[in-house]
Nanobody, 127 residues
Framework: QVQLVESGGGLVQAGGSLRLSCVGS????????MGWFRQAPGKEREFVAG????????YYADSVKGRFTISRDDAKNTVYLLMNPLKPEDTAVYYC????????????????????WGQGTQVTVSS
């Protein structure tokens, strides 16, 4: 059974930084394209960033490009999201997810193309 567990969320002032982590189990982690999504209150879940198997390819939502960095350490079955600088509009629950098909890489931003999800970690940015 695939399990993804996020951590690293919290309360931070605008301009500050956070690094989220997502540890995977029950899957051959290195074979999956991974992504981060977020959902703010009253809004739909939106794509944030994605990273290919091996970590050589990344893609981002325009709203976070230049501020957020996605990376992975397959030896630790972990994907990271470094967020800096943070803005109040980044406040949301952040989720990591794996794409539905392993050994494949697409720059999809649709949540429907991601099959396994973590429980989420809250990020709150104060102004």
């Amino acid at each position: 059974q695939v399990q993804l567990v996020e951590s690293g969320g919290g309360l931070v002032q605008a301009g500050g930084s956070l690094r989220l982590s997502c540890v995977g189990s029950g899957l051959i982690f290195s074979t999956w394209t991974m992504g981060w999504f977020r959902q703010a209150p009253g809004k739909e879940r939106e794509f944030v960033a994605g990273i290919s198997q091996g970590g050589s390819l990344t893609y981002y939502a325009d709203s976070v490009k230049g501020r957020f960095t996605i990376s992975r350490d397959d030896a630790k079955n972990t994907v990271y999201l470094l967020m800096n600088p943070l803005k109040p509009e980044d406040t949301a629950v952040y989720y990591c997810a794996s794409q539905r098909i392993n050994y494949a890489y697409t720059q999809t931003t649709s949540s429907a193309d991601f099959g396994s999800w973590g429980q989420g970690t809250q990020v709150t940015v104060s102004s």
